[in-house]
């Protein structure tokens, strides 16, 4: 049990470690660049003293380093200063985002995961079938499709074709539960399928890995059924691989998510980046991409840590 | 080389028959194409017809024309931009792998750091500071993009690297440029060429994502991303021609994989 703490705890003081570098990367990437923001903004035909006043607005006449641990201070207590674009504060706009962005991942996941992990199991115990060949088919297809196309195509097919659900997935809070997942069906979908392929050739990967081994030879040939030495004797151990794949593709979810939110116009905090970026609303970008940056670091980490607290040899050491 | 064509599965052919239409799409685009590339030919959205094969997009060009232009700019900006990430990202890995030491320590953790970044988050931060212009662009995907092929080419060197005759060069006096140049370079190539058509796919798909939101190749210039965004009005009326574009991209990427999957194929020595 001890060696497993310690290498667990290796690894969330490396997570730590990357989320203060990247952070760093946020403030000194902004900062290095050539120009000044202030002029930048406001354009170069501005007075002198406006472009003094802005900047000390933006507390640009601090020494960095102030500002940065004054930037990541307030990243901590949820203030990220206030947005460039209309001066409201960056909390109030991120808050309902984030949460949005969250929904939409956890229930696209919530679709995903199961039925990609059957089928995935499903491929490994009739392989190189037609079912088979058809998976690997549409593994290729989407990595190969951009993620919009795919959006398209469902959006064509089932808000403009046959008029089931909308094509604008418009939320808020009045609206109860099953409105909500009625809003966010076709997005949902979208990110369904754009993940479920990779993680179903993972699980069909990680499963037929250990068919090859020995003790499944054994349970063969006591004359087990094929799927009872599936589920109870391969898949426990290839639980690690296929836990590792879910959290990176959680991972994937989230930050995915950019361009689906901005197909269905869905009020997520990927909406709201992409809009900053176009508004060069600097302070907005740099909280929402560290937002985004620590919820993808945070994911790979429990990817990392999971796989290796459910790896069965790390787990009963001799 | 012909040989190898006449055993290459159905699957290769098609997307080598698929990478061929595109690329004699993109070099004489202006000699098949209709009309000019940005000339205004009739109305809004006109359905498909024998004038306007594709029909008409959201300012009345000629949608036919826009793809054939399309192809040419979106296709050569990715790979102008896969070709410098290569460039940076080969002589990273091989300089970490045959110096080793600091300089492989340095590199490494800073490569680990950017790769711990998700991508598209990373390139949005970047643009909203330097804006879109087409070599802001290309520079800052291409150095993002690099960080995937230095890892490889520094695993992939780090083999070759242990081998006798890179030891017998070192001994024979040859400099640092010459060993990666001549000794390493053309053992890594297979393994290199293979990962070339994957990350030109990543790229492609990329930039064409990054013009989808706004932020890519920007108008009036013909890119199937940026036609996919300025069309994608029409679908709500029914008319489905945003989905040229977006199957345009597609399309050329099943193709580049295809060959990529049959290319690892060959390349691994199996036999079925």
Known sequence: MDSIAKLVLKRVGMGLVTL???????????????????????????????????????????????????????????DFGNSLANGRPIADLIGWRLSNTLFLALS???????????????????????????????????????????AYILMALLSVQLIIFPSISNINDQMSLAEKLHAIFLPCLTLTLVVMAHMMRQTRAAIINILASPYIEMAKLKGLRRLRIIVLHAFPNALSPVINVVALNLAYLVVGAVIIEVVFVYPGLGQLLVDSVSKRDIPVVQASGL???????????????????????????R | MFKLLNQSPISARIGLAIVVINIVAALFAPLIAPFGETEVVGDVWLPMSFDHLLGTDQLGRDLFTRILYGARNTIAIAFVTTLLSFVVGIVGGFLAATLKGWTDLALSRIVDVMMAIPILIFALTVLSVVGTSMVALILVIALLDSTRVYRLSRAVAMDIEALDFVEAARLRGEKIWWLMRHE?????????VAEFG????????????????????????????????????????????????????????VGVNLIVDWFLHVASGLKD
């Open chain 1, 20 to 78: 203060i570098v990247i952070s760093l990367v946020f403030f000194v990437g902004v900062e290095a660049l050539p120009g000044d923001l202030a002029e930048e903004i406001l354009g170069q035909n501005a007075l002198p003293e406006t472009v003094e006043a802005f900047r000390k607005e933006l507390k640009l006449d601090l020494p960095p380093h102030v500002r940065y641990f004054s930037w990541l201070g307030g990243f901590m207590k949820g």
């Open chain 1, 108 to 150: 696209a996941a919530a679709i995903a995961v199961p039925i990609s992990i059957i089928l995935g199991i499903l491929a490994a115990l009739y392989r190189n079938s037609l079912f088979d060949r058809a998976i690997s088919m549409a593994t290729l297809s989407t990595i190969s499709f951009p993620e919009f196309f795919v």
């Open chain 1, 291 to 317: 937002i985004f940056a620590t919820v993808y670091i945070t994911l790979n980490l429990a990817a990392d840590v999971l796989s290796i607290v459910s790896n069965p040899r790390l787990r009963n050491p």
């Open chain 2, 184 to 192: 390493i370079l053309p053992n890594a190539m297979p393994p290199l």
């Open chain 2, 198 to 253: 994957l990350r030109f796919c990543f790229v492609f798909l990329f930039i064409a994502a990054l013009s989808f939101l706004g932020l890519g190749i920007q108008p009036p210039t013909a890119d199937w991303g940026s036609m996919v965004r300025e069309n994608a009005g029409a679908i709500t009326f029914g008319i489905f021609i945003p989905l040229w574009p977006a199957g345009a991209i597609a399309f050329l990427t």
